[in-house]
């Protein structure tokens, strides 16, 4: 069977600095792939460029053999894909539940569709007894499992994560971490971007290592920890 997500010579330069340089990969079905790389390797316009929200300059990105290079974020998301961001923006002043249908609604037919879609996800993430708080009266790994539920409302293929253990305090990522894996092992198909070398090497299948807008080493994730190129990129040279 063919992979699920397959790029190649993804590329994109705002004016003279290229951000994302040739990049190619393929994401097979229900596995976790780890992207890594140094602030400004590229990492969030890789996600900008597979989401619609920045256009490539050039290069492919087939969803179960679509092409979604171009499409507008909204087609691309009932297409299949969804994101949680790195900055967290919930609607604080919105129900943990309300939150969440605004993710799903673009999706579903109706309301009690998005309701349900919502509770459900809500369910998937552990924070259905929440559902009635207000997203700001939410700790912030609960706002990062809300995050996580308003893309999974969206019943994605593909799920982008950019960051989720990021700034979040040390006790709170076990659990966070033990809830991607719940999520794989429910079938869901993850990329995620992860700066914690722990977590990533428990969470990801394989990896894919960018700098500088270049893809440095793509696989299994002890031998991309091993290569040179990428512990060269670690050491900040
Ligand atoms: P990462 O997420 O790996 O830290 P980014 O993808 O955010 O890296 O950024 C890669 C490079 O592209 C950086 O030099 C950044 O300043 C630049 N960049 C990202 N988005 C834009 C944009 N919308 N306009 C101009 N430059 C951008
Ligand atoms: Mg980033």
């Known amino acids: 069977m063919s992979a699920l997500l397959v790029v190649s010579d993804?590329?994109?330069?705002?004016?003279?600095?290229?951000?994302?340089?040739?990049i190619s990969f393929e994401v097979e079905r229900g596995e976790i792939l780890?992207?890594?790389?140094?602030?400004g390797a590229g990492k969030s316009t890789l996600f900008d460029l597979l989401t619609g929200f920045q256009r490539?300059?050039?290069g492919s990105v087939l969803l179960e053999g679509r092409e979604l290079r171009g499409l507008r974020p909204d087609v691309i998301s009932r297409a299949g894909v969804a994101r949680t961001f790195q900055k967290l923006k919930p609607f604080a002043d919105m129900t943990v539940t309300e939150n969440v249908?605004?993710?799903?609604?673009?999706?579903?037919a109706s309301l009690a569709e998005a309701r349900d879609a919502a509770l459900d996800a809500l369910h998937q993430v552990d924070l259905l007894e929440k559902r009635h708080s207000f997203a700001r009266e939410l700790s912030t790994g609960q706002r990062k499992r809300?995050?996580?539920?308003?893309?999974?409302?969206?019943?994605?293929?593909?799920?982008?994560?950019?960051?989720?253990?990021g700034g979040v305090d040390q006790r709170?990522?076990?659990?966070l971490v033990d809830l991607v894996l719940s999520l794989k092992e429910r079938g869901v198909t993850v990329v995620t971007i992860e700066?914690?070398?722990?977590v990533l090497m428990r969470l990801?299948?394989?990896v894919l290592a960018l700098r500088s807008g270049r893809r440095i080493a793509f696989g299994a994730p002890d031998s991309v920890r091993a290569t040179p190129a990428v512990i060269d990129a670690y050491l900040g040279t």
């Open 101 to 108: 249908i605004v993710g799903a609604i673009s999706r579903t």
């Open 172 to 175: 709170t990522i076990p659990g």
């Open 204 to 206: 990801a299948d394989r």
């Open 56 to 58: 490539p300059d050039r």
């Open 10 to 22: 993804l590329s994109k330069a705002f004016g003279g600095l290229t951000a994302n340089d040739g």
């Open 34 to 39: 780890g992207v890594i790389g140094p602030n």
């Open 146 to 165: 809300l995050e996580l539920a308003r893309g999974l409302a969206t019943r994605p293929k593909l799920l982008l994560m950019d960051e989720v253990t």
């Open 195 to 198: 700066h914690n070398m722990q």
